[in-house]
């Protein structure tokens, strides 16, 4: 139990193109999600926190015109990278919490952009 | 100052050896902490979460919180080839998780 998903697994872009990636919870409701991006060798940032029905929570010097969230389901929540740039090239990595629950999060397998 | 900061890395062990990984972190309100396992190129997964003092033991890894010191750390025994990884502590700070920068481990064969 416990799985999530993410689509796609790696994506290579053109730059200034957008690309949205997804992240569902296969067998568990999840009224929270969270989004984080890693960049080689440091660790995850989270970047966003996403609520079913509500606008995200973004973390401070997170742009949320460029990195567009919605989570208009208990089992599927959305990044959009708006017109990508090559220093957004990172591994994005989304969790999901047990509706309810107030601490153990489960992670997708992430999400390997590569903008040109 | 960082919230959760992990002894650096990396960190080599013989087969068959312990491997002992420590973490602090500034949030004294702090309640629930965690043991990732991150290999390279792959999201993280979850090997031991630990909410109260003492030790708590899962098989051949065994994690220890004093929430009095702000301390937690996690034992690796009978090291693994397949324990190659980075491990990744993590800490609740106001339903948010926050991790610190990890420890490599290279278990040599």
């Known amino acids: 139990g416990a799985v999530v998903s993410q689509h796609p697994s790696w994506v290579i872009c053109k730059s200034g193109t957008s690309v949205k990636i997804e992240c569902r919870s296969l067998d568990f409701q999840a009224t929270t999600m969270f989004w984080y991006r890693q960049f080689p060798k440091q660790s995850l940032m989270l970047m966003a926190t996403s609520n079913e029905g509500s606008k995200a929570t973004y973390e401070q010097g997170v742009e949320k015109d460029k990195f567009l969230i919605n989570h208009a389901s208990l089992t599927l929540s959305t990044l959009t990278v708006t017109s990508a740039h090559p220093e957004d090239s990172s591994f994005y990595i989304c969790s999901a919490r047990f509706a309810g629950g107030i601490s153990e999060q489960f992670f997708g397998p992430g999400t390997r952009l590569t903008v040109l | 100052q960082k919230e959760v900061e992990q002894n650096s890395g990396p960190l080599s062990v013989p087969e068959g050896a312990i491997a002992s990984l420590n973490c602090t972190y500034s949030?004294?309100?702090?309640?629930?902490f965690f043991w990732y396992r991150q290999y390279s190129g792959k999201s993280p997964e979850l090997i031991m979460s630990?909410?109260?003092?003492g030790d708590k033991e899962d098989g051949r890894f065994t994690a220890q919180l004093n929430k009095a010191s702000q301390y937690v750390s996690l034992l690796i025994r009978d090291s693994q080839p397949s324990d190659s990884a980075t491990y990744l502590c993590?800490?609740?700070?106001?339903?948010?998780?926050?991790f610190g920068a990890g420890t490599t481990v290279t278990v040599r064969a």
């Open positions: 949030d004294r309100g702090s309640q629930s």
């Open positions: 630990i909410y109260s003092n």
């Open positions: 993590a800490v609740i700070n106001d339903y948010k998780l926050s």
